[in-house]
């Protein structure tokens, strides 16, 4: 009986291990070596930078929001692992997808898309009061967004 109760914990062990969703992290910049993938530029602004790392853990890395957002409409999700946009302060990697945006034509980006991110809601509407005006957007809400007309 215990050859048995051990074999059944050892099994979930692994059966819990293998369900475990996979945690995913920015990985460092190299302004020397790193190239957005979209436009060819090096990341000279890592403040607007952003990466996609796939589930084999390759990576992308891209110098402004519109860059990554485009690449992502040609990508494969199931590939995906993960996807951070610097924080408009620049001081912390967000989840694409989690983070809050804000556009105005006159905030400035490295490729001029205009586009920052926020690690919140609040965050995004005090940039707005200091900065000027803008309009808040989600992450659903970059997928219909006119990146193009902003080069």
Same mark, same amino acid.
């Given at each position: 009986?215990?050859?048995?109760?051990?074999?059944?914990?050892?099994?979930?062990?692994?059966?819990?291990?293998?369900?475990?969703?996979?945690?995913?992290?920015?990985?460092?910049?190299n302004k020397e070596t790193d190239i957005c993938k979209v436009c060819n530029m090096g990341i000279?602004?890592?403040?607007?930078?952003?990466?996609?790392?796939?589930?084999?853990?390759?990576?992308?890395?891209?110098?402004?929001?519109?860059?990554?957002?485009?690449?992502?409409?040609?990508?494969?999700?199931? $590939?995906?692992?993960?996807?951070?946009? &610097?924080?408009?302060?620049?001081? +912390?990697? *967000? /989840?694409? @997808?989690?983070?809050?945006?804000?556009?105005?034509?006159?905030?400035?980006?490295?490729?001029?898309?205009?586009?920052?991110?926020?690690?919140?809601? $609040?965050?995004?509407?005090?940039?707005? &009061?200091?900065?000027?005006?803008? +309009?808040? *957007? /989600?992450? @659903?809400?970059?997928?219909?967004?006119?990146?193009?007309?902003?080069?």
């Amino acid at each position: 009986m215990k050859w048995k109760i051990i074999a059944f914990t050892i099994f979930m062990c692994f059966l819990l291990v293998g369900c475990t969703e996979q945690a995913y992290e920015p990985k460092e910049m190299n302004k020397e070596t790193d190239i957005c993938k979209v436009c060819n530029m090096g990341i000279a602004f890592e403040d607007y930078a952003g990466q996609l790392i796939y589930k084999n853990g390759d990576y992308e890395v891209f110098d402004d929001l519109g860059c990554l957002v485009e690449f992502l409409k040609d990508v494969d999700e199931s $590939d995906v692992g993960a996807a951070f946009i &610097k924080s408009a302060d620049g001081e +912390e990697w *967000l /989840s694409v @997808e989690e983070a809050t945006y804000v556009y105005s034509k006159d905030y400035w980006t490295p490729m001029n898309y205009g586009v920052l991110a926020f690690p919140s809601k $609040d965050a995004a509407e005090q940039y707005m &009061k200091e900065h000027g005006e803008g +309009e808040v *957007l /989600s992450y @659903e809400q970059l997928d219909d967004f006119q990146w193009g007309i902003h080069h």
